[in-house]
């Protein structure tokens, strides 16, 4: 199993940016595409975007297409999330999730490895 630590929420103003990061440990990292959702209160988790193992495919929700970018560093075993013009509608809880697979997915159960979240709050 592999172990996910995500770090870089926080509280923002509308128009800001933030960086998240997943620190991966455990389980070898090869071949594991990483992806991140989040989840609103009173809402279900969604999908947000999700990389694949070697990087050169990426996938995006469409409410979050062009302006955050998923990137990962294997060497470090660590994926990122950069959201830039944030705003109220992007407040919520971001996890991290990996999966045994090198192709990147939209869908959450087909992740098998998931962070414990990362707090987002982005004030108008």
């Known amino acids: 199993q592999v172990q996910l630590v995500e770090s870089g929420g926080g509280l923002v103003q509308a128009g800001g940016s933030l960086r998240l990061s997943c620190a991966a440990s455990?389980?070898?990292?090869?071949?594991?595409?990483m992806g991140w959702f989040r989840q609103a209160p009173g809402k279900e988790r969604e999908f947000v975007a999700s990389i694949s193992w070697a990087g050169g495919r990426t996938l995006y929700a469409d409410s979050v297409k062009g302006r955050f970018t998923i990137s990962r560093d294997n060497a470090k075993s660590t994926v990122y999330l950069q959201m830039n013009r944030l705003n109220t509608a992007d407040t919520a809880v971001y996890y991290c999730s990996g999966r045994r697979d090198p192709s990147p997915s939209t869908r959450s159960n087909s992740y098998e490895d998931w962070g414990q979240g990362t707090q987002v709050t982005v004030s108008s």
């Open positions: 455990g389980r070898t990292f090869s071949n594991y595409a």
